[in-house]
């Protein structure tokens, strides 16, 4: 039997970034296809009748094609066990994708070919390199007209002030592509129209002196040049700096013709790290400890459940073993831990450091909880959260159904999506939804609909800045401006919404001794 030790370090655990529509989703889906995880890829944004990515499991993001909330993806290849964490691009649900990053030891980030950096790949990548981890580039979407490759590198190191070193060079692009120079072999595996993307293709490989028949002389004078520009231009490769998140190995491709993963895939996993310690503790520790980064529910019809994923920081989960729960202040039995599939689960007896688990959540987890063997004193921390910035007056439609929109709207705020408040002394009868980016209140009435069965009406509201009241006071007898509104949390804390930071300076010059928060800790 494999030693803890060996186990541990098989394992790699990387989240997949960028700004939307870069091929996160299909790049996801291709590594899937050549690890063997499943037989046939889907098409991202395919007709209705088409399969779907296997990634972007909710109804919503079958229908728009795009990803709303974080995959966790496990699958078995050559020795490794993988664990990848899909996550969306757009801005309105980077909560999720921060928080998901929390869970991985590295990133790929993927860039469109044509577009190079953009916004939210910038924050994303700050995310990265604020932790140090490792940062592997795919440059995407070569089957299109793409920017000149010395480009793309230079704005990388530009703008990152990071080290980049190109592990294989592309050969065209757009009609001209006609495959990828690989650097270290100095093997040439030529693209293609063949791959049409469903299915696992090995390229074809050939070297600078045989590839005249696939490879048009002008190409190949522009490959040879590069080449020699490539091996003078001075970059060098340092493993050490890889390792810290200074020097990203940048591999190029099309994930939608299944060009240049299967490459990317095992480069990536000889260069990537085993799990990395967190708060110092060795993920080689014998005693379990995990923190929860995400909560859904619902994913699977077939189970309407919550599930809490865990991150796996030290040791070996034992499925009979009970542990500790640090912020519940309990032994508990993890039920039905689980290793996912999308939304696709397997129940499991043990699982590792490194590994993303779930486990069923009967309501006690809270978004960045630990759960640890009782012998390890320790408690995770750095989960971020966001402050909400829009803010709707959300009720039900038929006053029938107060038991499911109750139901459903804390669940989905549990999760950690949106945020839930109301007017003191009145119910939940119509409740104050506060998000981060605007479309979350599109994926909130879908999903009230579409898993409790509840339609919603919904008010927007003019606030854009909340704040916890920190001290003892009488709220009612407060100085404020007449469009500041007090409301309270599901936990009964007390806050203000206001419309304007303007209106905030106002709340504390003209009130004594009142303190604001801008988050709730507990
Ligand atoms: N031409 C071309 N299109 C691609 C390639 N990779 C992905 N696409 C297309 O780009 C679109 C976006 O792809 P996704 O994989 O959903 O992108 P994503 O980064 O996961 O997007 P979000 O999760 O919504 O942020 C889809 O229409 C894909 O078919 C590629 O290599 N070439
Ligand atoms: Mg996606």
Redesign the pocket.
Known sequence: MASLQEEISRRRTFAII??????????TEKLLLYGGAIQQAG???GKATAKH?VS?WMELEKQR???ITSSVLQFEYEGFCINIL?????QDFSEDTYRTLMAADSAVM?IDGAKGIEPQTRKLFKVCAMRNIPIFTFV?????DARDPFDLMEELENEFGIGTYPMNWPIGSGRDFKGVYVRDSKNILAFSESHRGQDRIKATVYNMDNCDEVIPSRLKDKLTEDVELLDGAGYEFDYEAVKNGKLTPVFF?????NFGVEEFLEQFLKLTTSPLARMDIDPATPAFSAFVFKIQANMNKAHRDRIAFMRICSGKFLRESEYYHVQGNKSIRLAQPQQLMASDRAIIDEAYAGDIIGVFDPGIFSIGDTVCDKSLNVKYEGIPTFAPEHFAAVERVDTMKRKQFEKGISQIAQEGAIQIFHEPNTGYEEVIVGVVGVLQFEVLEYRLKSEYGVDIRRRDLPFEVIRWIDCETDIKSLNLTSDTKWVRDFRDHDLLLFTSEWCVRWALDKNEGLKLKEFSHD
């Open positions: 960028s700004h939307p529509d870069a091929g996160k989703t299909t790049l098409s991202v944004k990515a972007d094609g795009i990803s899909d996550t969306p691009g757009h993927v995407n979407k070569l089957d299109r491709g099309s994930a939608l013709n």
